[in-house]
């Protein structure tokens, strides 16, 4: 894909067709993307230290800590991002949901930018570790404990297939590249918070995977934009996240259902949230 040079303004953004939702998203800072960054790794920092510590005063070893402590720790880390989003955010403005993308889009072709961007993603992804001759498996699954007990691993899939999804999207594509964007476009935009957000998976994911995950981020931020919405972008995170958790995990007609329920879940919660956001 051709990247055109930075401009010192974003681009016009793409017409939106009568009906879909369109309102106007604050001008959040470009230096607030990396300060809201560096909060939210400190807040999850926080928050898991406490959750540790409580686990220690219970006699639990920290050598090898139950599935509960990094599956909490975990959580955390998500809610970290989003409060950090939220209170960023509302320096500038009240933050609403449309703020972040949580506003609708045109149904069909946002299904055709999410099958293509997935599309691409497997095949880079594919010619990538190819190339390196990658066989390294993601192992994040077997950190967080799921193999250990079912309840354990009911924890890791909510947390791996509905939430990483919700929280990720909403800080990552939701703002830091909305932030950025006010810097110097869309292209710059979108490449750093791609790089960023391969490197946020450094010690869960194998570093040989950090660029496929890169170029993943960045191919999030375009269908962001081209669709307004961060529904797609969800979307399209849940159905990578559920394909490879299940594949990880040997599964074979659980991972459709997996996928349908980590959706359903998904819609559910956003539908919640939008009536629930004043």
Known sequence: MTVAPPT???????????????????AWRPWSAPLALIAGLGGALAG????????????????????????SATFVQDAAFIGSALVFASMVARPRPWHFGLRTTRLWPAIGYVVAGYLTFLAVAAAWSAALNLHQKDDVVD????????VALVAVTILVCVVA?????????GYFFGALRNWRGLWPAAIVTGIVFGGIHAGSAPVGFLVPLAFFGFLLCLIYHVTRSLYPCIALHCINNSIAFGVGEHWGWEIPVVLAGALATIAAILVLVRRSWP
């Open 8 to 26: 010192l303004a974003p681009p016009n953004p793409p017409e939106v067709p009568e009906g879909i939702e369109v309102r106007r998203v604050p």
């Open 48 to 71: 898991g230290l406490v959750i540790y510590v409580i686990a220690a005063i219970a006699g639990a070893s920290l050598d090898h800590p139950p599935p509960a402590v990094d599956i």
């Open 143 to 150: 950190q967080l404990g799921a193999g250990s007990s079912t």
């Open 165 to 173: 999804p919700m929280a990720e999207e909403f800080f990552f594509r």
